[in-house]
């Protein structure tokens, strides 16, 4: 596992959301996936990253209507992006050291993957079980 790369173990083609969707799209989006991430695209390129923890920090707002803010208001521009080649220890070790709970696996400027934690432990699991 320690030198494989980020690809054998990401999840690819992930959904994405653009920048100017409002936040009860994006969480209808999630909640109907199962996931918890979504890339932000503007323009088809990608320019953030929104999270299910973002979009209850603004859904718990008594006075906030969610299909009234938009999903670049909440998202982070602050984006751990990576090679499909990348390795799976380093992107690891750089997700646990910046708490970060994913890393979007860029392509040529085109996004052909998500890595999140959950896809960590799969791995993990994988090979503890082995």
């Known amino acids: 596992m320690k030198n494989h790369p980020i690809k054998d173990y990401m999840t690819a083609s992930p959904h994405t959301i653009g920048a100017e969707q409002n936040i009860e799209l994006a969480s209808k989006r999630m909640n109907d996936l199962g996931i918890r991430h979504l890339p932000v695209l503007k323009g088809g390129k990608l320019v953030g990253i929104i ?49 970060f709970g994913s890393a979007v696996i860029v392509e040529k400027e085109v996004i052909v993957g998500i890595f999140t934690t959950i896809d960590a432990l799969r791995a993990f699991s994988d090979h503890l079980l082995k």
Do not use: F, N, T
Not at 70 to 88: F, G, K, R
């Open 51 to 99: 999270s299910d923890r973002d979009i209850r920090l603004v859904e718990a707002l008594e006075s906030v209507d969610p299909g009234l803010i938009l999903v670049q208001d909440v998202m982070s521009p602050e984006i751990y992006s990576v090679s499909p080649d990348a390795s799976m220890a380093q992107v690891c070790a750089h997700m646990a050291k910046q708490k």
